[in-house]
């Protein structure tokens, strides 16, 4: 189960837009900094696959302007033995 975060940079101007088009992702989480002008972004998948699905829909978000990775692991699923 991929877990990472990310500092997700939105174009001038577009913070809130940005946070609220992450929040309607359901594999993320969003924390706008009150005082920068960047999003903390947590994002959880199930499968590896999954996770580059939802980088390459991050991507094409208009209001971001660059997605810095923080931190990322991958837990083993409940599922596998």
Same mark, same amino acid.
């Given at each position: $189960?991929?877990? %990472?975060?990310?500092? +997700?940079?939105?174009?001038?101007? /577009? /913070? =809130? &837009?940005? +946070?609220? !088009?992450?929040? %309607?992702?359901? #594999?993320?989480?969003? $924390?706008?900094? &009150? @005082? %920068? @002008? *960047?999003? *903390?972004?947590?994002?959880? !998948?199930?499968?590896?696959? &999954?996770?580059? #699905?939802?980088? &390459? %829909?991050?991507?094409?978000?208009?209001?971001?302007?660059?997605? +810095?990775? *923080?931190?990322?692991? =991958? !837990?083993?699923?409940? @599922?596998? @033995?």
């Amino acid at each position: $189960m991929p877990i %990472k975060s990310y500092l +997700a940079h939105p174009h001038i101007g /577009k /913070k =809130n &837009e940005l +946070a609220e !088009t992450l929040s %309607k992702i359901d #594999q993320c989480e969003v $924390m706008p900094a &009150e @005082n %920068k @002008n *960047v999003i *903390v972004l947590v994002t959880e !998948t199930d499968t590896d696959q &999954e996770d580059e #699905q939802l980088k &390459e %829909k991050l991507e094409t978000i208009p209001s971001l302007k660059l997605l +810095a990775l *923080v931190s990322g692991f =991958n !837990t083993p699923s409940p @599922n596998k @033995n």
